[in-house]
């Protein structure tokens, strides 16, 4: 069974970059799809990015020219680099597969944007 744990959260002024991880258990080569979600207080799990086994990458509009996303598949890790953040960017962020497998999902990772 594949187990995910994000890191990187924090708490960042608005304009600032984090860089969150989220490393597997066992191989994720074999996932197609990974992406990363986010939720914040009183709001859907939502969709930020996702990136195939060969990179190819989708963003949510909200996120779209500033978030990337990427994959190392032999660190068994996915990464979600975040520039120029704003406070509406506020959200515990998790990483899973795309379509998400309810049993992948970690305690995620706070991130916190003050303006």
């Not at 990458?57 to 068994?76: E, H, L, M, P, W």
């Amino acid at each position: 069974q594949v187990q995910l744990v994000e890191s990187g959260g924090g708490l960042v002024q608005a304009g600032g970059s984090l860089r969150l991880s989220c490393a597997a258990s066992r191989s994720i080569f074999s996932i197609n799809v990974m992406a990363w979600y986010r939720q914040a207080p009183g709001k859907e799990r939502e969709l930020v990015a996702s990136i195939t086994d060969g990179g190819s990458t989708n963003y949510a509009d909200s996120v779209k020219g500033r978030f990337t996303i990427a994959r190392d598949n032999a660190k068994d890790t996915v990464y979600l680099q975040m520039n120029s953040l704003k406070p509406e960017d506020t959200a515990v962020y998790y990483c899973n597969s795309l379509p998400r497998i309810r049993a992948y999902w970690g305690q995620g990772t706070q991130v916190t944007v003050s303006s």
